[in-house]
């Protein structure tokens, strides 16, 4: 993703001159084509996350349009003041990347993961909240963002995630995109889960459950158009997060329906334990570690579906 | 970008000393009063930065009050936001908005809180501050963004010494010592107070204009009530040497109200009718 990420924040970049793209001393190399074709407007700002999101806001503040790019915690946690005053408070169009988020880095452990990003964010007034599932999502989220005028959040993952939009895709900020049709029960993915949910999907099939696929690039605002379709329409409705359950997508789904009145569906919600992992692993053993499998979603939404026909 | 063809009207006021001086005194008077009418505390850092404000409204800086948003007009944001109530005098008499808004200073539903509101808020407000240590990031952005757009309007930052406790303060520091923007001053308001003690021992502070002449930028020490000093330091830099500027005013916290100077109890204490009145005297204003 963070290939995808720099080709096209160097088009963008080369297409429009208020583009600035700021990085917190990560992307060596990674950006050089940007150096190239925008020269000037590429800055280094050091491992100082707390200036960078300041200079980003000046930059907003003056007609530029800033896009910051660091590993997840460090854009997000480390300086959670700086989003909230100079980017959300002045309601400036800055863009807030974070690379590596959920369990991207798992190896490299806590310090760099990032499953609190999403709950804390979309706490914000004015911010919009992306995490596109590959690099066609992620695409269309970056060029959507920069007509957005205040400030945006998007988790990426690193590199090497498959792609699940094959053929392309349409993208509209606060709306879902439709990846599969189904009658049965409604899975909703956001992130980058969306193959581990597509396969999901297929192991509902041999069970002869038909599984509807909706990937959610934006996290806030809320798509409640679609939520009052399934929700209205299946017995079961599953939401899919590389991120806690508490406060991420799922959160904010089960935030949406406690106000609602007579829905048919239950939300199940997969997400990382409200925990640390201590232990070295693969992002591949964290997600199986916290049920975040093929197998493990199948299973428990088959085991839902059964409970809610009896 | 936008509006490049037209032609900007920020200018300098450019007024005399003496005039400077007369506008200061009545700064402080109005902040008085006003603390005492609406409750509002931080007088002593307010009184510490009137001149500093009066210096660089009045005649450093090129605005134009009828055009809050000209692209080419200097930045000043006031990073130490708890000067707000000093800020809101000194723009409404410089005309970016009634001074008769004023009278509803802290009513519910305002726009005139402690601390200084949006810049969609309020004109001539360029950012809105009162956490610390965000002013000079923001300056930083500002102050690189007139590069990229080929525009020469100079960004002005006001810190307060104790807020150069906050990290953020020297992550800007070190960046504008790397980019070197020239159209960058930071003037610290050094008043020797922070909220709770003496600002060299609450942290250690000092050696203050050494410490930014280390991040790579031009310091300068000058007397912050010399408003001759002032005017003479905010016109000279930015100079075009390259560097960002950093000017240590040594200041009085409550300058002006000799039962107020250097007296701590002035950060967080409201001032009786009576002490008002004294004010008023010692500052030869008229109520």
């Known amino acids: 993703m963070r290939n995808a990420f720099a080709d096209e924040i160097t088009k963008l970049g080369s297409a429009d001159p208020r583009v600035v793209l700021l990085s917190g001393d990560i992307g060596n190399k990674l950006f050089d084509k940007f150096k190239q074709n925008a020269e000037g407007r590429f800055f280094n700002c050091g491992v100082a996350e707390a200036n960078m999101m300041g200079v980003a806001a000046g930059m907003a503040l003056s007609g530029m349009r800033p896009v910051i790019y660091t590993i997840t915690p460090f854009t997000t946690t480390r300086c959670f003041e700086q989003i909230r005053v100079d980017a959300c408070y002045h309601n400036v169009p800055v863009i807030i990347v974070g690379t590596g988020s959920g369990m991207s880095y ?131 409705i599953a939401s899919i997060e590389e991120h806690s359950r508490i406060g991420g997508l799922g959160s904010s789904i089960a935030e949406w329906l406690a106000a609602q009145d007579n829905m048919k569906g239950r939300l199940v919600t997969f997400g990382t334990d409200d925990e640390f992992m201590h232990e070295v692993g693969s992002q591949d053993y964290a997600r199986r570690k916290y049920g975040l499998t093929a197998e493990n979603i199948s299973q428990k939404v088959f085991a839902a579906l059964d409970k809610s026909a009896r | 970008m936008q509006n490049t063809e037209r032609v900007s009207s920020a200018e300098r006021a450019a007024l005399p000393v003496d005039e400077l001086q007369r506008i200061a005194r009545q700064v402080r008077a109005r902040i008085i009063s006003n603390s005492h009418k609406t409750q509002t505390p931080h007088l002593g850092s307010c009184l510490s930065c009137v001149d ?41 008499m410089r005309g970016f908005y009634a001074e008769s808004m004023l009278d509803a200073y802290g009513e519910d539903g305002g726009v005139f809180a402690e601390h200084p509101p949006t810049p969609d808020h309020l004109p001539g407000i360029e950012a809105a501050t009162g956490s610390l240590g965000h002013g000079l990031p923001i300056g930083l952005g500002m102050a690189l963004s007139a590069r990229l757009q080929k525009r020469n309007y100079n960004v002005i930052a006001l810190l307060s010494d104790g807020e150069c406790n906050e990290g953020s303060v020297w992550e800007a520091a070190m960046m504008a010592g790397a980019q070197q923007p020239g159209n960058l001053v930071a003037v610290i308001d050094f008043n020797k107070w922070q909220a709770t003690g003496r600002s060299e021992q609450v942290l250690a502070l000092g050696p203050l204009a050494d410490k930014w002449r280390a991040f790579g930028w031009d310091a300068h020490e000058i007397d912050g009530h010399d408003m001759g000093a002032l005017v003479d330091v905010l016109t000279k830099y930015p100079s075009g040497s390259g560097k960002p500027v950093a000017i240590v005013a040594h200041t009085v916290k409550g300058k002006g109200v000799s039962f107020m100077e250097d007296d701590n109890n002035w950060h967080y204490r409201i001032p009786t009718a009576d002490e008002v009145s004294a004010a008023y005297k010692e500052l030869g204003v008229v109520a």
Do not use: W
């Open chain 2, 52 to 92: 500093i404000l009066v210096a660089a409204y009045f005649h450093t800086l090129r605005i134009d009050p009828r055009n809050p948003t000209d692209v080419e007009r200097d930045r000043f944001i006031l990073s130490k936001g708890h000067g707000a109530p000093a800020l809101f005098q000194v723009l409404a």
């Open chain 1, 106 to 236: 798992a190896e490299l452990g806590p310090t760099h993961h990032s499953c609190e990003d999403l709950a804390i964010l979309r706490t914000l007034p004015n911010m919009t909240v992306l995490a596109p599932a590959d690099e066609v999502e992620l695409r269309l989220c970056l060029r959507a963002a920069l007509k957005i005028n205040g400030p945006v959040y998007m988790r990426i993952g690193k590199k090497g995630e498959p792609i699940v939009h094959k053929n392309g895709a349409a993208l509209e900020i606060g709306h879902s995109i439709n990846v599969r049709a189904g009658g049965d029960v409604c899975l909703i993915s956001t992130g980058t889960m969306l193959p581990v949910v597509m396969k999901a999907a297929d192991m509902l099939a041999e069970r002869n459950i038909a599984a509807r696929v909706e990937s959610f690039p934006t996290v806030k605002p809320l798509d409640q158009e679609i939520l009052q379709e399934v929700f209205s329409r299946y017995p079961v």
